[in-house]
């Protein structure tokens, strides 16, 4: 039989049954034929790793790779074209990308997606600036969407003579080698960005106690949510067709005790088109959350994975030992993932082939 040959409809369902990235990646790799069929953007639904990254040499760095369920270890080596210091952070992210950050002067960070080795020096205007988002470009509109790479980062000046803060959020946009300011937006002292998600940024007022739903790539305001009854959100996360709200909080068993579990407060958004409101609960069904104690948030069903429940929060539990935990909602229990224990400079990272 020539392999060659083969169907490149039957090719496409063969890939969607192949669970594991490597796998995938070794189906493309059969011939040119396969290659062209499957798609880098046809990968299947994949569970997210556990990285952590080791500078080798002044243009190396060694990512290792621990998957959720499995005490392997993948290795991989990626040659950095740039100069750029010894990294202090390491960001990860849903979206196939990592951040390294030196906040050392002169402040450097680099966008890079360990596997495909796309990396980009990021446009630093401003010392005190965070992400809370850097992924593939998206709009609320999704035929709006174009074909480049976004970074959403939270910044504050702090303007002479008495060192006032002014905030805001910038969403820059990376295509043709080169990042674009899209949208600049300056936000008051009684106002919070509380996470972007899909193209919108949600922003709470602590004046009006709204929830503001804003268009990233315009700053229109789109929507206004009412607060929850028990008060504002940490974070807000799109779960599988469903807007959650989360507030997480630290529950400590006694003084002495070294180690600290995180607790988690969940409201879905019940929208009936004229009065929408959150709902508290303690059942998120078959779905997973992950979350890295930054901005990021990933959600996922557990039937899409062989061997995994659902109703849990993954988390990076950095408060004292930095672990992985999985929380159940239901039981409010917490299960430490032994096998990641004790990692440095660590985080989520979900692999894109894009």
Known sequence: MNWAELNPDLLCQIAKKVSDISDFIRLRAVCKQWRSAVHPS?????????????????????????????????????????????FTDLYGSFTGFVLLFCWKPPITGLLLNPLTGFQALLPIENDD????????????????????IDLVCLVANFEPPNGTAVLKWILWRYTDNKWRKIT??????????????????????????????IDATNGITVSLLPEASSGPFDHIVEACGDLIGVRPFVEQEGLDEPESDYRYELYQLKDSGTNPCWEKVNDIGDRMLFH????????????????CKGNCIYSKNCVMNNSVKCYSVTTEGTTQLHHFHDYKKSTWFLPSLC
């Open 184 to 213: 600049e937006m300056h936000y008051g002292h009684d106002e919070s960005v509380v996470s972007y998600s899909s193209g919108r940024v949600y922003v709470f007022s602590y004046e009006t106690r709204f929830l503001r739903v």
């Open 42 to 86: 046809n990968l299947p639904p994949q569970l997210p790793y556990f990285i952590q990254c080791i500078r080798n040499n002044n243009s190396s760095y060694e990512f290792q790779f621990h998957p959720l369920y499995s005490d392997k270890a993948y290795h991989l080596t990626v040659q950095i074209f740039t100069e750029l210091e010894q």
């Open 129 to 148: 600036m965070f992400p809370i988002y850097f992924g593939p470009s998206c709009s609320p509109e999704p035929s709006l969407d174009e074909n480049g």
């Open 292 to 307: 890295d104690n930054q901005r990021y948030w990933l959600c996922l069903r557990a039937s899409d994975f062989e061997g």
